[in-house]
């Protein structure tokens, strides 16, 4: 019995960095696809939501002993249980992509704000 819940935690830690490293290689290669020197705010919007949909967690089972990525929880809830019980784990996904887009409009205005301050000291320094 107790050789059971030891092989079952190995599994569920081995699969949490299995899905990570995945996500990890698709958040790279999408990070380079949406490098967008024309329109910034898209390529941090983008970025922010794609981010949140893949990394935000939920319980996986209603009783909260373990956790599983939300949009997983969200299909197999629908799929297995109904769109109503889907619900349970739509409000903190929709709670981290709102959060993700605040952070990254204040990250394109701290970045716009430095890149200008830069340009500016690089006019002045030209103009010297």
Known sequence: MGQCIV?????YW?????????????LTLFWRMT???QARWLSYSLRAVTVAIILTPWYANPRG?????ALVVILLDAIT??????????????LAVILALLVAVIALFLN?????????KQI????T
């Open 35 to 37: 490098r967008f020197s």
């Open 65 to 69: 002993d373990s956790f599983a990525p």
């Open 14 to 26: 081995l699969i949490w960095l299995v899905y990570l490293g995945a996500s990890a290689i698709f």
């Open 81 to 94: 249980i109904g769109g109503s019980a889907a619900a349970r784990a739509v409000v903190p996904l929709i």
């Open 124 to 127: 002045d320094k030209d103009n």
């Open 112 to 120: 716009t704000k430095i890149k200008i301050n830069i340009d500016k």
């Open 7 to 11: 092989e079952s935690a190995t599994n």
